[in-house]
């Protein structure tokens, strides 16, 4: 009877072998003929994992709930939420253009606010935010991080892998920079019925799709899972590039019409930028602090954004915007100290 009980045993096992070894041919052949597609198929198999109720997901669940599963997230540290020079810091700026937008107060209740450090955890914290602290694993993004400098290009890396993240867990976003003033509703903007996978900002409207990373809008599905993972994953083969510029590089190589990923961009009028002002107060959503190289100038020349909102709020007659002199100049201010 023993020996009965082990022949049996035997053949069960030999059979799970034979079947496992036919799953991994089949699987291994697919990969090798369509990567593309078996990248996707990877991903649906991950989108069926329960993930644990974590940090994250009750930041999540918390902020998306009445929205769709759709969060507004943004990302701050310590130079972010200390007072610069005038008594504001950038934090400040960006959620009084909340409170001064155009249908934009309540989306302050889908916001999660992504701490680099203690201190922007806490001061978010105080705020009565959604808010979640960011493993930074080692490195320190407490300060000021300038554009281009080493820690700058890693901060960038460590977002995208959070985006990416979250998006696996499901939940559709609203990226923005916290240098973007939120003027008017932006969702009224944005095609929100599912026929766009991804709409992004750029920075000019003239010629080519200069895209910018510090707002847009994304959605939950393998085609987007898909691009993120790619996209953080050649972090590895692109030392010293930030990565906005591997993502325009993966727009260009024809990587997302790969994935039959849809895109649309966002043109500067409705979502403008210092790079390129729109020039109709009554049309425009957004006001980026982009081409501009630190927070100082950064602040200085966002406030006075909002003022010209609060005037024409008042007046509804359309101005051009003040100069954005600040900015303009921080290229050339070679005795900036970053913000420690």
């Known amino acids: 009877m023993l020996l009965s009980n082990n022949s049996s045993g035997n053949l ?39 993930f644990p109720v974590d940090d ?18 943004t990302m701050a540290n310590k130079a972010y939420v200390e007072e610069v020079e005038g008594g504001r810091s950038m934090l400040d700026l960006f ?14 209740d889908h916001l999660m ?6 201190t922007a955890y806490d001061r978010c914290r105080f705020r009565r935010l959604h808010c979640y602290k960011m493993e930074t694993e080692g490195i320190d993004l407490e300060g000021e991080k300038v554009y281009m400098s080493d820690d700058f290009i890693e901060m960038m890396w460590r977002r995208t892998r959070l985006i990416l993240e979250v998006l696996r867990r499901g939940y559709h976003l609203l990226f923005t920079d916290t240098d973007v003033m939120w003027l008017r509703n932006p969702f009224s903007r944005l095609s ?8 992004i900002s750029v920075d000019s409207g003239i010629g080519g799709h200069l895209i910018n990373t510090g707002f847009y809008h994304v959605r939950s599905n393998n085609r987007t899972i898909s691009l993120f993972q790619k996209w953080y994953d050649m972090r590895l083969n692109s030392t010293g590039m930030k990565e906005q510029d591997v993502l325009k590089n993966l727009l260009d190589s024809g990587l997302f019409n790969q994935l039959g990923l849809t895109v649309g961009f966002l043109n500067t009028t409705h979502f403008s930028g210092f790079c390129q002002d729109s020039p109709d107060m009554g049309a425009v959503t957004t006001v980026h602090a982009n081409c501009c190289r630190h927070i100082s100038a950064k602040v200085f ?40």
Not at 14 to 38: E, M, N, Q, T
Not at 309 to 317: D, E, G, I, L, N
Request: hydrophobic share 45%; glycine share 6%.
């Open 113 to 118: 606010v992504v701490a680099a450090d203690q």
């Open 192 to 199: 929100n019925n599912g026929t766009l996978d991804m709409q």
């Open 56 to 73: 994250l997901e009750v930041a999540l669940d918390s902020a998306a709930i009445g929205n769709n599963k759709t969060v507004i997230i």
């Open 301 to 340: 020349d966002l406030t006075l954004v909002l003022h010209d909102w609060k005037r024409y709020k008042a007046s509804h007659v359309n101005t051009i915007w003040s100069p954005h002199a600040k900015c303009w100049g921080s290229w050339n201010d070679t005795q900036y100290t970053p913000k420690t």
């Open 12 to 50: 069960v096992v030999a059979v799970a072998l034979l079947f496992a070894g036919a799953l991994y041919i089949c699987f291994s052949s697919r990969l090798i003929s369509d990567p593309i597609s078996g990248l996707q198929h990877n991903f649906n198999i991950l989108r069926t994992i329960k």
């Open 95 to 108: 959620l009084e253009s909340f409170w001064e937008g155009e249908g934009t107060t309540p989306l302050l």
